[in-house]
Nanobody, 112 residues
């Protein structure tokens, strides 16, 4: 069993920044890729970003390219999502994903 715990969400004004964290723990597991998704009210869950554990190769959804950066700390089994130039349309619950496991989500609200 794997547990994923997200943190770092909150309320921010348009143009602001937030940094999300997701820590993985549990029984021994091998991480190949971790990812962030988000879901706004009334919309389907959307891919945001992913990172490979070996090599740190990243991939981003079109709506966040150039504004969001995903990174990882392999010693802490933790990934991060640095979100800059936030827009109201970035408002959503952000989820961390590892294989078939999902975190509980953290709310990000972008509003003036």
């Amino acid at each position: 069993q794997v547990q994923l715990v997200e943190s770092g969400g909150g309320l921010v004004q348009p143009g602001g920044s937030l940094r999300l964290s997701c820590a993985a723990s549990g029984r021994s597991f091998n991480i190949h890729t971790m990812a962030w998704f988000r879901q706004a009210p009334g919309r389907e869950r959307e891919f945001v970003a992913s990172i490979t554990w070996n090599g740190g190769r990243t991939s981003y959804g079109d709506s966040v390219k150039g504004r969001f950066t995903m990174s990882r700390d392999t010693a802490k089994n933790t990934v991060y999502l640095q979100m800059n130039s936030l827009r109201p349309e970035d408002t959503a619950v952000y989820y961390c994903k590892l294989a078939n496991y999902w975190g509980q989500g953290t709310q990000v609200t972008v509003s003036s």
